[in-house]
Nanobody, 124 residues
Framework: QVRLVESGGGLVQAGGSLRLSCVAS????????MGWSRQAPGKEPEFLGS????????KYADSVKGRFTISRDNVKNTVYLHMSSLRPEDTGVYYC?????????????????WGQGTQVTVSS
């Protein structure tokens, strides 16, 4: 069982930045492929990106490419989502996920465990 706890959400003005953190426990972190997803009110979840086990490969959704950066620290069992140039449409609940499958990069459907989420609100 993998437990994921996100933090770092909050209220920020458009154009601002936030860094989300997700701490994992219950499994050897370096064996987990990690991902981030978000869900805006009334919308389907949107997968934002994924990072491979040692960070060599990172993929992003087009909607956040160039503005968001995913990184990880395998010593701290933590994955990060650095968000910059935030827009009101980035508002939503942000979730980190862990994929235990033998894949290099995760997607929304391959994720095995999700955290409880953290709210990000971007004001205009």
């Amino acid at each position: 069982q993998v437990r994921l706890v996100e933090s770092g959400g909050g209220l920020v003005q458009a154009g601002g930045s936030l860094r989300l953190s997700c701490v994992a426990s219950g499994h050897t972190f370096s064996t987990l492929v990690m991902g981030w997803s978000r869900q805006a009110p009334g919308k389907e979840p949107e997968f934002l990106g994924s990072i491979s086990r040692y960070g060599a490969v990172i993929k992003y959704a087009d909607s956040v490419k160039g503005r968001f950066t995913i990184s990880r620290d395998n010593v701290k069992n933590t994955v990060y989502l650095h968000m910059s140039s935030l827009r009101p449409e980035d508002t939503g609940v942000y979730y980190c996920g862990a994929d235990l499958n033998p894949v290099q990069i995760a997607n929304q459907q391959s994720i095995d465990y999700w955290g409880q989420g953290t709210q990000v609100t971007v004001s205009s």
